[in-house]
C-alpha cells in the first residue's frame, strides 16, 4: 500500500515518523511523497501550545480533502490530549494513543491496511523515504518524562520515562550508516533522563555509538542543564560528537523559574555553561525561553533579558506562554494579557538577533567541516548553491561548479561572510583544501 506520512512539532514526532518509514519500507510498502497518492495517511500531531493543538486539526482536515478516499490516522500529543476532538474531525479512521506508538505500523497493517487494499507487491527499494535525502537521521531513544514543569502539557501526553536499551540503539544507527545517512540526531522527551529505567545513562549510550558505529557524525538534541554530569564535556572529546547543545533555560529569573517547578538556577546555569564551554572549543549553545509566564512582573522580565544577554546564546526559540489546560500554570494567578505577551516575544526576537549574529561572525573566517544537505536557488551568473551545516549546526551556503555534486558529502569550508536580513547563515567558499575528486 501507498503510505503517506506527515508531522508536526518537536524532533521526537521526526524521529518517530522516520522510523515508521523506515518499518513501512521494510514491510514492502511505498513511502510516498504526496497525500493523493496514498492509501494511508498518518499524522503525527503537536500539543505543545494552544496554536499547535489548532494546527493539528487545520492539517487534518486538509488532509482528508486533499485525498478524502484514504484512511486517516491520527497520533501524537493533540490526539491523545483530546480524543474526542480528534475524533470529530471529517475524515479520521483511527486513532493511535502515545503508549501504543511502537505498534503503529502492525495496527495499520492488521486494522486498517484490508479496509483501504490489498498490499502491494513491490520491492522496499522501489519506495520513497519520508525524507527523501539520507543526510540527517532523528532516532527516538527514550519517551515520557518525570519532570513536573509547571507550563508543559507534554508530560502529560507523553506519560511515564522509558528507554530504549542501547544494544538496540546501535544496530538502529549501523544500519542508518549502512543505508548512507551521515548524521545521527539522538532524541527524547527526556534524553537527559536516558537509561534511568535500564540502569545506564545518556554518556554510557553516547559513548556506545561512538565506539560501536561509524556513523561520521553525532547530534544530541534538547538536554535539560540540571541532567549533565561534570564531566560531561569529556564526550565531546570524540570528535564525531558534535559541538552544539540544546540547553533549554525557559527564564532568566529565579522568581518565574521557581513557579515553573524548573530544577535549576540562573547561577547554576550559568555555571554549567561556563564550565561546558571551557570543555568543548567553539561549543554553540542554543535555548528555549517562554515570554509573558504568568505573574511574571516588569522586573523578572527584564531579569530575563539581561541573563540572555550575558549568556550569549547562538540561537533562541522563543515561546509565547500558551495555556494549556491540565497544567498547574493554566491555573496560576496573574494570567498576563496577550498584547503583553506579544510585546515581550517581540523585545526578545530582538535580541536573540542580535546574539545570532554575533555568534555567526565569530564565526568567520574559521574553516569547519560542512555536511552539504540541498541545493539552493542558482546563483545568478548560473553557478550552483548548496545548503549545508556546520558541526556546531550554523547555516551555512556556498557556490560550486554545477557539475558538481555535494549531497550528503561532508567537506572542508571556510566561513567568509554573513548572509540574510538580519543575518542567520553565512557564505562559505568551498575551493579551500578541498579537490575535486572528493566530490566523486
Known sequence: MNVFLHTLGCRLNEAEIEGWARQFRARGHRVVAAPRSAHIIVLNTCAVTREAARKSRKLTSQLHRQNPEARLVLTGCFAELEPASARSLAGVDAIVQNSDKDELVSRVEREIESAAMPALASEPDSAHVYRESRTRAFVKAQDGCKNRCTFCVVTIARGSERSRPISE????????????????????????????????????????????????????????????????????????????????????????????????????????????????????????????????????????????????????????????????????????????????????????????????RRLLGQTRQVLWETPGDP???????????????????????????????????????????????????????FTEDQLN
Open 169 to 360: 540503539l546501535v544496530d538502529e544507527v549501523r544500519g542508518l550508516a549502512e543505508a548512507g545517512y551521515r548524521e545521527v540526531v539522538l532524541t527524547g522527551v527526556h534524553l537527559g533522563g536516558y537509561g534511568r529505567d535500564l540502569g545506564a545513562d545518556l554518556p554510557a549510550l553516547v559513548r556506545a555509538l561512538c565506539a560501536d558505529t561509524d556513523i561520521p557524525r553525532l547530534r544530541l538534541s534538547s538536554l535539560e542543564p540540571w541532567d549533565l554530569p561534570s564531566d560531561f564535556g569529556a564526550l565531546f572529546s570524540h570528535p564525531r560528537l558534535m559541538p552544539h547543545l540544546h540547553l533549554p533555560l525557559q527564564s532568566g529569573s529565579d522568581g518565574v523559574l521557581k513557579r515553573m517547578a524548573r530544577r535549576c538556577s540562573t547561577e547554576s546555569y550559568r555555571a554549567l555553561l561556563s564550565t561546558l564551554r571551557a570543555d568543548i572549543p567553539d561549543l554553540a549553545v542554543t535555548t528555549d525561553v517562554i515570554a509573558g509566564f504568568p505573574g511574571e512582573t516588569d522586573d523578572e522580565w527584564a531579569d530575563t533579558l539581561s541573563f540572555v544577554k550575558e549568556m550569549r546564546f547562538a540561537h533562541i526559540h522563543i515561546f509565547g506562554y500558551s495555556r494549556r489546560e491540565g497544567t498547574t500554570a493554566a491555573r496560576m494567578p496573574g494570567q498576563l494579557p496577550s498584547e503583553v505577551v506579544r510585546a515581550r516575544a517581540r523585545e526578545l526576537r530582538a535580541v536573540a538577533s542580535a546574539q545570532k549574529e554575533a555568534h555567526l
Open 379 to 433: 546563483a545568478e551568473d548560473g553557478a550552483a548553491r548548496w545548503i549545508g551545516y556546520t558541526d556546531h549546526y550554523a547555516r551555512v551556503e556556498a557556490r560550486a561548479p554545477t557539475d558538481w555534486s555535494l549531497e550528503n558529502q561532508i567537506t572542508p569550508a571556510t566561513l567568509r561572510g554573513l548572509a540574510g536580513d538580519p543575518p542567520d547563515r553565512i557564505y562559505a567558499d568551498i575551493s579551500t583544501g
